[in-house]
């Protein structure tokens, strides 16, 4: 599988991953897997790995950097987009239904306790 990363903590080894068949996140924690290098991805580098479903989360093991940066503009522009998707959302123009124009309203039902 191939994705970008979109988060990453060095520190801790660990990443999340957006895959290339726009399915569920990969979870990348590298910790596990004990990797020689001092070097982590960064969000943006665009990466190769196997993957596996535990626990229906997915997992990737074996990460294989791709492209550097390839992708550096993506985080920002994902939490751009829900910002957008916000905004629109809190300035949504309500139109309130008036009755038709010669049309009778009927007086609301009476419930009678017997």
């Known amino acids: 599988?191939?994705?970008?990363?979109?988060?990453?903590?060095?520190?801790?080894?660990k990443a999340v991953i957006w895959c290339e068949d726009q399915g569920d996140l990969a979870f990348l924690n590298s910790a596990d897997e004990l990797l020689q290098s001092?070097?982590?991805f960064d969000a943006g580098d665009v990466v190769q790995f196997d993957m596996e479903v535990q626990a229906s989360m997915r997992?990737?093991?074996?990460?294989?950097l791709v492209l550097e940066q390839a992708g550096a503009g993506l985080p920002?522009?994902?939490?751009?987009?829900?910002?957008?998707?916000?905004?629109?959302?809190?300035?949504?123009?309500?139109?309130?239904f008036e009755p038709r124009a010669g049309r009778v309203v009927a007086e609301p039902l009476q419930v009678s306790e017997a």
Not at 1 to 13: E, F, K, P, Q, T
Not at 76 to 96: E, N, Y
């Open 59 to 64: 997992r990737a093991h074996n990460p294989r």
């Open 1 to 13: 599988m191939i994705g970008v990363v979109l988060w990453s903590d060095a520190s801790d080894r």
């Open 76 to 96: 920002d522009a994902l939490r751009q987009s829900v910002s957008d998707v916000a905004t629109s959302a809190c300035t949504a123009k309500i139109i309130p």
């Open 38 to 40: 001092d070097a982590f």
